[in-house]
């Protein structure tokens, strides 16, 4: 199937040479990493020995994060855990924001955009109206300006955090991808390491994302080796699934079909799983790429409209991510009328893990004594 497509569609073919090309050049930038690596490592350094200051927080707060840029799944982390605690605790969510327009602190409230506090904030923010969420560059200031303005605030998840050391958070949670382990990774820009592989000991629970449904336990015991968690840390393992795809602007719902053929728009650091459960689950696809976080103008809307009218099908949509849904609304006159469709992602947790990992979030926030709601 997948040959058959990039016979279809040869801007695929041309997108698949292009990555080997890089690929081979990223390994001549070998140096860099090294000074790169030398430089994440004196910083490391400098906060273990207390020369620069990590200051904690006597309230329950939750990191997640990875060493690799983008593409190990913290966005639905986030969603998985904030759809745990909803209803037990009053909680809150702290981005960076990244690609916004604006500076310094802000928490989302009615008439918010995605241009004001970055597009996963807005999707969480759309997700759950329950939920406060803030944005801010500097989180050991953001942190005592959201529990000044939402002081109800039981706990805080910090979103893409693990690396930003200023804020020693009480729970640290850190992503792997099974087929990016960090493990087998070097520093950027040869590789995608973005922080030493020694900073994972900081982490207190593992979550080896994206793993194949079918993981064996023999792989997974290989992996947990090849990690080396030391004692307090425990190692879980999750799927990426897709549930039904909506419509971005009417809501409605769709089941893919075995004529179904798509416009892919993707502007995500990691397209790969959903391209790969679209080859299994709709006739064929076409697929527009963006840069990650790419913010999208009326000569990307044109190209769009221009890519989806070639496709010949009677049955065709386009489908894209939530992340790019955010930043697509803005065009809602121009496109509603179109089948636009949005694949939600979540995590799954293999190996009867789930149960287990709830029950240490829970515990860990327990711990920490919050008020609970009544």
């Known amino acids: 199937m997948y040959h058959w497509i990039i016979a279809l569609h040869p801007t695929i073919f041309i997108h698949f040479k292009t990555n080997i090309l890089l690929k081979s050049f990223r390994y001549l930038l070998l140096p860099f990493s090294l000074l790169y690596g030398a430089a994440v490592w004196l910083r490391n350094w400098l906060y273990d020995i207390n020369i620069l200051k990590s200051s904690a927080f006597n309230f329950p707060i939750i990191c997640i994060g990875n060493l690799a840029v983008g593409g190990t799944g913290k966005t639905p982390m986030t969603e ?19 690609k916004r327009k604006t500076k310094g602190f802000a928490i989302a409230g009615p008439g918010t955009t995605a241009i004001e506090i970055g597009d996963e904030p807005m999707q969480f923010h759309q997700k759950y109206p329950n939920l406060t969420v803030a944005v801010g560059e500097e989180r050991l200031v953001a942190i005592p300006q959201l529990l000044h303005e939402k002081p ?26 099974y087929k990016n382990l960090y493990t087998r990774d070097i520093m950027l820009p040869s590789g995608d390491l973005r922080d030493i592989k020694k900073s994972s000991k900081r982490a207190d629970i593992i979550i080896v994302t994206k793993c194949k449904a079918a993981l064996t336990d023999e792989e997974k015991n290989n992996i947990i080796k090849e990690i080396n968690p030391l004692l307090h840390q425990e190692i879980f393992f999750t799927e990426i699934i897709y549930t039904q795809p909506y419509h971005l602007f009417n809501k409605s719902t769709i089941n893919f079909s075995a004529d179904t053929d798509c416009l892919l728009l993707c502007g995500i650091a990691n397209p790969k799983p959903l391209k790969e459960f679209l080859t299994a689950h709709v006739h064929s696809y076409d697929m527009l790429r963006f840069p990650d976080h790419h913010i999208f103008s009326s000569d990307d809307l044109t190209d769009i409209k221009t890519q989806f009218e070639k496709l010949e099908s009677q049955h065709k949509i386009i489908v894209t991510t939530e992340k790019d849904a955010v930043r697509l609304q803005k065009f809602e ?8 469709y949005v694949m939600p992602i979540r995590h799954q ?25 009544n």
């Open 152 to 177: 109800m605030t039981q706990v805080i998840i910090l979103d893409d955090a693990f690396q930003h050391r200023s804020v020693r958070a009480g729970l640290n949670i850190l992503l792997t991808e």
């Open 80 to 98: 998985y855990l904030v759809e745990l605690l909803d209803g037990k605790y009053i909680t809150a969510t702290l981005s960076r924001g990244y």
């Open 333 to 340: 006159k121009e496109i509603s009328d179109y089948p636009i």
């Open 349 to 373: 947790f293999l190996f009867s893990q789930g149960n287990i990992f709830n029950q240490k979030i829970l515990a860990y926030i327990n711990s920490s004594k919050p008020l609970t709601i």
